[in-house]
Nanobody
Framework: QVQLVESGGGLVQAGGSLRLSCAASRTISTYAMGWFRQAPGKEREFVASISWNGRITYYADSVKGRFTISRNNVANTAYLEMDNLKPEDTAVYYC?????????????????WGQGTQVTVSS
């Protein structure tokens, strides 16, 4: 069992930046990690994922070039750096861990989820 706790969300103006963190309760060095988001009235959607060693990353087209996913396996933490934020990025952001080593964009592949952190981007 892995418990995940997200932090770093908040209110930011359009064009601003935020860095989300996802702290795991135990080692995640063999887990792929992902970030998803869910806006009010919408389904949860893929944002970014990273393989166990950080060498493979995937991004949703809507965030490509603005968001960067990374990880620190020593610290058991994953990150999502979000730059040039837009109002449409407003959502609850969730961290997830997948017991397979490879990054995936499919929500159903992930085994453990955090409680989420709110990101609000004002125009």
């Amino acid at each position: 069992q892995v418990q995940l706790v997200e932090s770093g969300g908040g209110l930011v103006q359009a064009g601003g930046s935020l860095r989300l963190s996802c702290a795991a309760s135990r080692t995640i060095s063999t887990y792929a990690m992902g970030w998803f988001r869910q806006a009010p009235g919408k389904e949860r959607e893929f944002v970014a994922s990273i393989s166990w060693n950080g060498r493979i990353t995937y991004y949703a087209d809507s965030v490509k070039g603005r968001f960067t996913i990374s990880r620190n396996n020593v610290a058991n933490t994953a990150y999502l750096e979000m730059d040039n934020l837009k109002p449409e990025d407003t959502a609850v952001y969730y961290c997830a861990a997948d017991q397979s080593w490879l990054a995936t964009i499919r929500l159903a592949e992930y085994d453990y989820w955090g409680q989420g952190t709110q990101v609000t981007v004002s125009s």
